[in-house]
Every structure is written in C-alpha cells, then in structure tokens.
C-alpha cells in the first residue's frame, strides 16, 4: 500500500502530482489522475484498508477491498494505474506480460483484473478467456483498459467476458466506481 507523502501543485513540466511512497520499492511520484483521486475520495493512502463488512441498511458500509491484477504492457501507464487502485484501498499485482499475468492468475486468486487489450503476444480479450476459465477466477471482475474505444472494441471486450471497458486515460471516478461496486447482475 502506498503511503501519501504529499500533494504538490506542479512538478516542473507543469503536471500536477502526488508523491507516494511503496514500503517495498521506495517514493515515487504519482501523475494528476492520482492526486485527484486521493482529493476526491479523501483517501490518506497509508491509512489501513477498511475490512470488507455490510451494515443491515448498507449506509456507513466501507468500501470493499478488491485483490487486483493489473496487467499492461506500459510499464508507466500499469504502474499509475496500480497506485491509483492502492490509494483508494485495494491490494494490487502488476504483470507487463499476458503469460506471466495468466500463470500468477493460477497461483493467486483475485478478485478483480484489470487489463489492457493491445498486448503483445496474446491480446487482452484472450487473456480475459483464459483467466475466466480458471476456478480461482470465478465471480471476478474484468475490466478492460485500453485505447481501443470504437463500439466494436466495447463489443469484443463484453464477448470476451469484460463487465467494464474503459478507454485510457479512464476516468478515475467511474473506474472507482467499477470496483466497489463488483459484478453487474
């Protein structure tokens, strides 16, 4: 989990950031889409993670924990993408590679995946298939990040078993709202 370190208003190349820092790999500074999310949903990053629990009337509840798989071939882009996820609560795994991310799919069980289509290798709707095949897979999320957003890639990504499709950069509020909100009935 990323710990927020502090917001500054603009880095030297004007871009808003975030700095952040992992307990494993040391600080790191976050882009705009970060910053905003830990602004809007007052997150504190470092704070623990609220448990997964329902109150009988589900006003008050906290947001559910989701064990994520971020997969994506842009290092940068998979990277921001996990911080977000983290300083909004979530426990994530980062994978460049379709193979490697199937194989840790195996291994590990996740609640949710989020991957990009234009992999090399084995594209996202595949991996998607495959991930969705395994028993450790069943009753997760999927959803596809990706800079395919013409109505056909939306239409491959839902016949790939997608529940969300999300065009980069995906607007963090709905993609916020994708997780909590689990699979759609």
């Known amino acids: 989990m990323y710990e927020l370190n502090g917001i500054s208003e603009e880095s030297q190349d004007g871009v808003t950031c975030?700095?952040?820092?992992?307990?494993?790999t040391g600080a790191g500074i976050a882009p705009a889409p970060v910053k905003n999310a830990v602004e809007r949903h007052g997150s504190r990053g470092g704070a623990p993670a609220p448990t997964p629990s329902r109150h009988a009337d589900g006003i008050g509840a906290p947001p559910l924990v989701r064990r994520v798989l971020v997969v994506d071939d842009n290092v940068d882009a998979a990277q921001t993408v996990a911080m977000l996820l983290e300083v909004l609560g979530h426990q994530t795994v980062v994978k460049y590679d379709p193979l490697q991310a199937l194989a840790c799919a195996r291994e590990r069980s996740f609640d949710a995946f989020v991957l990009d289509i234009g992999l090399p290798g084995m594209d996202g709707h595949e991996l998607a298939r495959q991930i969705r095949a395994l028993p450790r897979a069943a009753g997760a999320l999927f959803i596809a990040l990706t800079g395919y957003g013409q109505q056909q890639d939306?239409?491959?990504s839902k016949a790939a078993g997608f529940h969300y499709h999300f065009v980069k950069p995906a607007n963090v509020d709905a993609l916020a709202q994708a997780l909590s909100g689990g699979v759609p009935e």
Request: proline share 10%.
């Open 18 to 24: 975030a700095e952040l820092i992992h307990p494993d």
């Open 154 to 156: 939306r239409d491959a």
